[in-house]
């Protein structure tokens, strides 16, 4: 296991042979994401996509309480004082989630505890997303009298359904992890002391997969969750038939023809 240095000690990076760790590390604020913190994800996401050896990305919170318990309010009075500061904010932070949403291995999003406002953002950027049973989701922005950006509510309807994700923003109410499931915000809810071990089985499980395979299926479906008028299908296609080109495709079949587990080298 591999620890990497970050720009903010609160952002854990960490390598675990095929599976990277990215750790919001602020758990005496429930792991509250402060500007640094946000700000230090985009870089930690490259390092992971530039690294070969890296087939998946897991995003979690430090301890059993939180996920990540929205942003850090605390310094809403430096970072969002007035219009100019406040669209900063707001930039720094969409990079951030789109850091997680556009990158090209697969994420999974473990959760534990609290996953409020923006820590609920960053799950709902990734692919897959397990959690706890102590696991609670909400949307408080209309709590707080701000103005929520249209941005989160479109992560939102593509995970949920626009109807569903309605209900969400303007009660402001809290879902527990069976609910959430029902709604489809998750797709599995574990015992918190098993939640760990089983996120790693299925991260392994996609690390085991053909890494050329995974960067076409993940292509094409960000494609289609664009507008129509903005995808590009012929980018979506070339990399599909990439994969027909490979050694992986030629190890693939071969693993299958001898009943063996096929050794993929993303090639």
């Known amino acids: ?12 990076a960490r390598t675990d042979g095929a599976i990277g760790w990215i750790i919001f590390n602020n758990p005496a604020k429930h792991n509250a994401i402060s500007m640094d913190m946000a700000e230090a994800v985009p870089a930690v996401m490259r390092d992971f996509e530039n690294d070969p050896a890296i087939r998946v990305i897991v995003v979690a919170g430090s301890g059993e309480k939180a996920f990540a318990a929205g942003s850090d309010i605390s310094g809403f ?3 969002r004082a007035d219009p100019q500061k406040n669209r900063h904010y707001n930039d720094v932070n969409e990079a951030s989630y789109n850091a997680v949403y556009e990158c090209s291995k697969p994420t999974i999003a473990m959760i534990r505890g609290y996953c409020i406002g923006g820590g609920l953002d960053f799950a709902t950027s990734c692919d897959v997303r397990f959690c706890s049973d102590n696991a609670v989701f909400a949307v408080p922005a209309g709590k707080l009298g701000l103005g929520y950006g249209h941005e989160g509510i479109l992560r939102f309807g593509r995970v949920m359904g626009l109807m569903r994700a309605r209900d969400l923003f303007l009660s402001g109410r809290r879902l527990g992890a069976e609910e959430a499931l029902r709604l489809g915000l998750v797709h599995r809810v574990i015992a918190l002391a098993e939640l760990e071990a089983e996120t790693t089985a299925y ?9 050329l395979t995974l960067a076409a299926i993940k292509r094409a479906f960000l494609e289609y969750e664009k507008d129509p008028a903005m995808r590009n299908l012929t980018s979506a296609q070339s990399m599909i038939d990439a994969c027909f ?5 030629v190890e693939g079949r071969a693993a299958f023809a001898a009943k063996r587990k096929p050794q993929f080298k993303g090639e």
Request: charged content about 30%; glycine content about 0%.
């Open 203 to 211: 991260a392994q499980t996609i690390a085991d997969n053909a890494p």
């Open 245 to 249: 080109r490979s050694k992986d495709y």
């Open 77 to 79: 009075e430096s970072v």
């Open 1 to 12: 296991m591999i620890t990497l240095n970050t720009k903010s000690e609160r952002i854990i």
